[in-house]
């Protein structure tokens, strides 16, 4: 990814400080380091080509948002696995951990036409209630003992999916606000309130009764905004039918590269320009981002994005530092305008 610093008349000292600046601070979601590679049974004794197969299958699952483009149709015409090998190792005897090419492999995707969803994506805060039967109800939470395998299930279908997951610590912080009742009886507000600490940018709510795991009888309910989807499975089907839905939303597909002029509005001092360019540099979509003005406290940004405005829209809901301007006029449509929230 290109970042330029503006081309634009400025103070010399503020043109240095500009040409090589990128602050932390503002980063869409969560960024996920490790959706190119994926850690697979193999035998000291077996082909390491098997493990390649697989490892690959996986990874484009994870890359592509879509369970889907792992079947054989797909993974054929990808081509041989061994070639977008980046590297492997052995972490057990058992196991090897493979890891592959994000530039060859996101190319080759794009070639048969598959979404790619980057590696920045939706903190979830999965709220899980469980009524074990005679009056043995709670939630699930991060630490407790009493719910590792619960636990250990859940956060391994996430990381199979490449979908960051935060459980609650059920401190006394969250039980002020939230209660087991609120989660079993799809009470959102509270939930919502409780959530807010873990900065997510999506809600996960499960209601699981006694043995229903077993059978795949779990209530999902993704919250995103004001919107919301519910279905019914198993544990994995909880943070995977999650990390569907929200790939459909978010994955760019392959429409091509596409430039969209961004204006945002109060931006007053280097920090803020800092906080503002890391940001839309950090989204996965955005192959390029140049500033071509800058006027009083409004930069205007050129984005080479990959996807429809709508794509980058509904990206940008998800962070926390840029809200679209309500007072942008019709004269605006041209570009997309937005003011700086947060930092």
Not at 3 to 19: F, K, T
Not at 54 to 64: D, F, Q, S
Not at 140 to 161: I, M
Not at 236 to 250: I, K, S, T, V
């Amino acid at each position: 990814m290109k970042l330029s610093a503006p081309n634009i008349a400025l103070p010399s000292a503020v043109s240095l400080l500009l040409a090589g600046l990128l602050l932390a601070g503002g980063v869409v979601a969560e960024t996920v380091t490790d959706i190119y590679s994926a850690e697979v049974e193999s035998a000291a004794d077996e082909p390491a080509s098997r493990a390649f197969a697989e490892a690959l299958r996986r990874v484009v699952v994870k890359v592509t948002g879509r369970r889907d483009a792992a079947d054989s149709q797909v993974m054929a015409a990808l081509g041989e696995p061994a070639s977008f090998v980046q590297q492997y190792r052995r972490v057990a005897s058992d196991r090897l951990r493979v890891g592959f090419d994000p530039v060859a492999l996101k190319r080759r995707l794009d070639e048969l036409n598959l979404p790619v969803w980057g590696e920045s994506r939706p903190t979830t805060v999965l709220w899980l209630a469980v009524d074990g039967g005679s009056g043995r109800r709670q939630l699930l939470d991060a630490e407790s003992p009493e719910g590792a395998q619960l636990r250990e299930e859940l956060l391994r279908a996430a990381e199979g999916r490449g979908l960051p997951v935060v459980l609650p610590l059920l401190d006394s912080e969250d039980l002020g606000q939230v209660s087991f009742s609120d989660v079993w009886g799809d009470f959102r507000e509270p939930v919502v309130a409780a959530s807010k600490r873990y900065r997510p940018d999506a809600l996960l709510l499960g209601k699981l009764r006694g043995q229903d795991a077993r059978f795949g009888r779990i209530r999902w309910t993704l919250v995103v905004g004001d919107e919301a989807a519910s279905w019914s499975g198993g544990l994995a089907e909880g943070p995977g039918g999650a990390a569907d839905r929200l790939a459909a939303r978010l994955a760019a597909g392959t429409g091509g590269i596409r430039g969209i002029p961004l204006r945002v509005s109060g931006i007053e001092d280097l920090d803020s320009y800092g906080a503002v360019l890391n940001y839309l540099a950090a989204l996965s979509i955005v192959e390029d981002c140049q500033v071509r003005e800058v006027t009083g406290d409004r930069v205007l940004f050129d984005l080479k994005v990959r996807g429809q405005p709508d794509l980058l829209i509904r990206t940008l809901a998800l962070g926390r530092l840029l809200s679209p301007d309500a007072s942008a006029d019709a004269a605006s449509a041209s570009e997309l305008r937005y003011l700086l929230v947060g930092r």
